[in-house]
């Protein structure tokens, strides 16, 4: 899947990784699912996001692992969870929720009116839209159907 490699290579290029181990985060999640067929450019834009830390890496990998026991075959369970976890948080943690939500279902990000953030949130979710855009330019993701 030489497409993996383009991904890797694009968001490098345009230096979106916070540090080696965001990168290495992302590259696992990439090497072990995107085979799957509920694989998208979205669910990649999340998986960018939830490299961020290790924290956001367990929930993405725990929520993978149970989509591939349950031969799922989209992302649709995956919004359900992200719909409950977003409705748990506040602040910046919402919001980050709601970026993933907004990358799943492939619509536009607006953050919600009056809304404040701190600094360290701004930035993870404006890198995260950068990097959105730079999968954005890359081709669909090509891989065999798995049964």
């Known amino acids: 899947m030489k497409w993996k490699n383009d991904y890797l290579t694009a968001l490098d290029e345009a230096k979106l990784f916070q540090d080696t181990g965001h990168r290495t985060r992302f590259k696992e999640l990439m090497d072990c699912y995107a085979g799957f067929p509920f694989f998208s450019r979205g669910l990649c834009k999340c998986i960018y996001l939830s490299a961020w830390d290790d924290e ?8 993978l692992n149970e989509m591939t026991l349950g031969r ?3 992302t649709g369970e995956m919004l359900d969870k992200g719909d409950s976890l977003a409705a748990e948080q506040t602040g910046g943690e919402h ?10 279902e492939e619509r536009p990000f607006r953050l919600e009116e009056g809304v404040v953030l701190e600094p360290e949130y701004r930035y993870i979710l404006d890198q995260a839209l950068k990097a959105s855009d730079v999968i954005d330019q890359l081709p669909e993701p090509s891989r065999p159907e798995r049964s």
Do not use: P, V
């Open 56 to 63: 956001h890496f367990a929930i993405m990998l725990e929520t």
């Open 72 to 74: 799922e075959k989209n």
């Open 95 to 104: 919001q980050i929720y709601r970026l993933s939500l907004a990358f799943l």
